[in-house]
Antibody
Framework: EVQLVESGGGLVQPGGSLRLSCVAS????????MHWVRQAPGKGVVWVSR????????GYADSVKGRFTISRDNAKNTLYLQMNSLRAEDTAVYYC??????????WGKGTTVTVSS | QSALTQPPSASGSPGQSVTISCTGT?????????VSWYQQHPGKAPKLMIY???KRPSGVPDRFSGSKSDNTASLTVSGLQAEDEADYYC??????????FGGGTKLTVL
């Protein structure tokens, strides 16, 4: 079964850091671009970042550029999102998703990040 | 990276058709054939319904169709069913390794 499972969310103070992980199974992880997408409580989905199959190319939304870093370990079938200098507006459910012709065809269930003092 | 523009709400009766628009610019929707549509039920992750403007992934009913004209993409749901009631989001490639979503449309089946 094709599956993505996120972890690493939690409560963090403003200015703090958190690293999210997403473990992939059921498909050849190293063959796919991957994305992070977030959704603030009661709001719409927002694209955050994406990474090429081998990690050599990345893209970020302006709202997280310079604070978040996407990376991957193909040997561990794992996608990461390092989040630094967190702000209240980063509070959201974070989803990882598999790229499919510049869309997202497989999604995890999400992990919740809450930035609050 | 401005969000694509979608109407906040849309509605239709069972069996009817409804069309949801998604307006961008020549830098995103109008510039690439990488428009996709997602359905999201409450408490669930989004589900891909349309990719590359008008292609349906395996398992998506043919009641769902997509199109694009200039800077505006559209999702049409024909033969509305109760289970189609959900939030719908469009997305487009925006160049320079960036993507952008629309603000979402809440579809109500009356």
């Amino acid at each position: 079964e094709v599956q993505l499972v996120e972890s690493g969310g939690g409560l963090v103070q403003p200015g703090g850091s958190l690293r999210l992980s997403c473990v992939a199974s059921g498909f050849t992880f190293s063959s796919y671009w991957m994305h992070w997408v977030r959704q603030a409580p009661g709001k719409g989905v927002v694209w955050v970042s994406r990474i090429k199959t081998d990690g050599t190319s990345t893209g970020y939304a302006d709202s997280v550029k310079g604070r978040f870093t996407i990376s991957r370990d193909n040997a561990k079938n794992t996608l990461y999102l390092q989040m630094n200098s967190l702000r209240a507006e980063d509070t959201a459910v974070y989803y990882c998703a598999r790229d499919f012709y510049v869309s997202m065809d497989v999604w995890g269930k999400g992990t919740t990040v809450t930035v609050s003092s | 990276q401005s969000a694509l523009t979608q109407p906040p709400s849309a509605s239709g009766s069972p069996g009817q058709s409804v069309t949801i628009s998604c307006t961008g610019t020549s830098n995103d929707v109008g510039g690439y054939n990488f428009v996709s549509w997602y359905q999201q039920h409450p408490g669930k992750a989004p589900k891909l319904m349309i990719y590359e403007v008008n292609k349906r992934p395996s398992g998506v009913p043919d009641r769902f169709s997509g199109s694009k004209s200039d800077n505006t993409a559209s999702l049409t749901v024909s033969g509305l069913q109760a289970e189609d009631e959900a939030d719908y989001y469009c997305s487009s490639y925006a160049g320079s390794n960036n993507l952008v979503f629309g603000g979402g449309t809440k579809l109500t089946v009356l």
